[in-house]
């Protein structure tokens, strides 16, 4: 959706959509908007509570039947499972994707990576399919008068043109843009900390065949986990900032990663992204 500044200004029933990577302050806008009459609709909540709710909780019930006391309690139904998912905490969502390599280290076999791995995608294109609807739906039901979509660090992999253009056309796409500065603190960031990432197929390929030989490893159950995030994640950083360019040039809009931070209320909120518009 293109407007002006003052259109967007002027928009009695705003819509929109933050996209860029992880990190860069999208859940922390939303969390300001949330308070001030705004929609919050996150597409990380959305596929950990919808779409992978059942096998997260699987997971989590394989590893507790592992351990003797839980099974018993598991096997006669004295005690249930639930998936506690928050929009500030999606550590079921993210244990669940897992990280690839050595099983001794928490690491996952290549096939059951990769199963995880389309799940996780079939679990996004659906969530993302969900957006106008649920544009209709938090006006309708709960009386929102405004609605922000908090997409996925993941979304410039979906690779579905109709898709993002029935995003486009019902909300405005906004991009936060990090400087060169931000990226290098994002990729220290994940370096210290690396976590479970969704990565496309080829890339994948791609990327772990370079890995093993690089490393002189033959096969996945030699690789340290958190080594191998650790070492692909600048690749990753690098292959997707083209994506989300391309994506908010054919789509929408940019904004300073910095200006974002800078947002305090809604009126900045506005602000920022009116900046973004001739």
């Known amino acids: 959706m293109q407007l002006s500044r003052e259109e967007f200004k002027q928009w009695p029933k705003k819509r929109v959509t933050l996209l860029g990577m992880s990190g860069v302050g999208k859940t922390r806008l939303a969390s300001i908007l949330r308070d001030n009459n705004w929609f919050h609709y996150s597409v990380d909540y959305r596929i950990g509570t919808r779409y992978l709710d059942e096998p997260i909780l699987d997971n989590i019930k394989t590893q507790a039947m592992q351990v003797p006391f839980l099974r018993t309690l598991l096997m006669s139904d004295s005690i249930y499972i639930s998936n506690n998912i928050t929009f500030e905490n999606l550590d079921p969502l993210s244990t669940f994707l897992g990280k690839l390599g050595n099983p001794d280290l928490g690491g996952l076999p290549l096939q059951e990576f990769k199963r995880r791995q389309a799940l996780h995608l079939a679990g996004e294109l659906d969530a993302m399919r969900d957006v106008h609807a649920f544009i209709e739906k938090a006006e309708r039901i709960y009386g929102y008068p405004h609605f922000l979509n908090d997409v996925s660090g993941s979304l410039c992999e979906l690779d579905d043109d109709s898709l993002m253009q029935s995003v486009a056309d019902s909300s405005v796409m906004i991009y936060i843009e990090a400087s060169k500065d931000d990226e290098e ?55 997707r900032l083209p994506r989300y360019q391309a994506i908010a040039k054919r789509y929408g809009y940019s904004v300073p990663a910095r200006d974002a931070f800078q947002v305090q209320t809604v009126d900045d909120f506005n602000e920022l992204i009116s900046s973004a518009m001739k």
């Open 185 to 239: 603190f994002l990729i220290d960031r994940a370096q210290k900390s690396p976590k479970p990432l969704y990565y496309r197929e080829a890339f994948l390929e791609e990327h772990l065949a370079l890995y093993k030989k690089e490393k002189g490893i033959q096969y996945v159950a030699e690789i340290d986990p958190d080594d191998f995030v650790r070492w692909v994640f600048p690749y990753l950083f690098y292959a």
